[in-house]
């Protein structure tokens, strides 16, 4: 079945600075891959997804690029806010069985 | 505004009791999901289901079981809890494959 490996576990950027945070897989027939925030204390929710059929994805300050010979997926977020501190979860979505596999999270912390 | 409901969001239950874990969903959502939650690990799949009186397994679905008799509620059951089984338990419905899963509030459920 699919696998996802996120990195890393944890990061820390001064406010202003961007973040990467970067997820393999590895079932070549994932062909969804969506990224989910969920703050302290609260419910995961989508913030941005990406399709195979395409590389690169960005809303204002949220980008998602896609590299589908390496089986790897990075999210972007730039000009960080301190609001931007949460876990981010990436997951993958096969074709093979239909699952919804999501990586370990990354908790993001925003330095003032 | 999809609404997804967990009926208790804290639990204290016995080693070996029977527990029950329910999740309603108001946007006639054809896709349910049971995650479980633990520090360092992300969340992994338990059981989904894609259709009443469907089920899947997920990648944790040992001691656990699920019910779906009806489209809007899915059931997770513990037949007899462990402590191992101590966690945050995440419903989480979708109306297509692709499309974002709104999850509910969770469950704390500690075994002891």
């Known amino acids: 079945g699919e696998n996802v490996e996120q990195h890393p576990s944890t990061l820390s950027v001064q406010e202003g600075d961007s973040a990467v945070i970067k997820c393999t897989y590895s079932?070549?027939?994932?062909?969804?891959f969506p990224w989910y925030k969920q703050e302290l204390g609260k419910r995961p929710q989508l913030i941005i997804d990406?399709?195979?059929?395409?590389g690169e994805k960005k809303d204002q300050r949220i980008a998602v690029t896609l590299n589908k010979t390496a089986k790897h997926f990075s999210l972007h977020i730039t000009e960080t806010q301190p609001e931007d501190s949460a876990v981010y979860f990436c997951?993958?979505?096969?074709?093979?069985?239909?699952?919804?596999?999501f990586g370990k999270g990354t908790r993001l912390h925003i330095l003032p | 505004d999809v609404k997804v409901t967990q009926s208790s969001r804290y639990l204290v239950k016995r080693t070996g009791e029977k527990v029950f874990l329910e999740c309603v969903q108001d946007?006639?959502?054809?896709?349910m999901f049971w995650y479980r939650q633990d520090p360092g690990l992300g969340l992994r799949l338990i059981y989904f289901?894609?259709?009443?009186?469907?089920?899947e397994k997920g990648d944790i679905p040992e001691g656990y079981s699920v019910s779906r008799e009806k489209k809007e509620r899915f059931s997770l059951i513990l037949e007899s809890a462990s402590t191992n089984q101590t966690s945050m338990y995440l419903c989480?419905?979708?109306?297509?494959?692709?499309?974002?899963?709104?999850f509910g509030n969770g469950t704390r459920l500690t075994v002891t």
């Open positions: 989480a419905s979708n109306g297509q494959k692709y499309s974002p899963l709104h």
């Open positions: 946007m006639d959502h054809e896709n």
């Open positions: 289901s894609y259709d009443v009186k469907m089920k």
């Open positions: 997951a993958a979505i096969s074709n093979r069985d239909d699952k919804i596999i």
């Open positions: 079932d070549s027939a994932s062909n969804y």
């Open positions: 990406i399709r195979s059929n395409v």
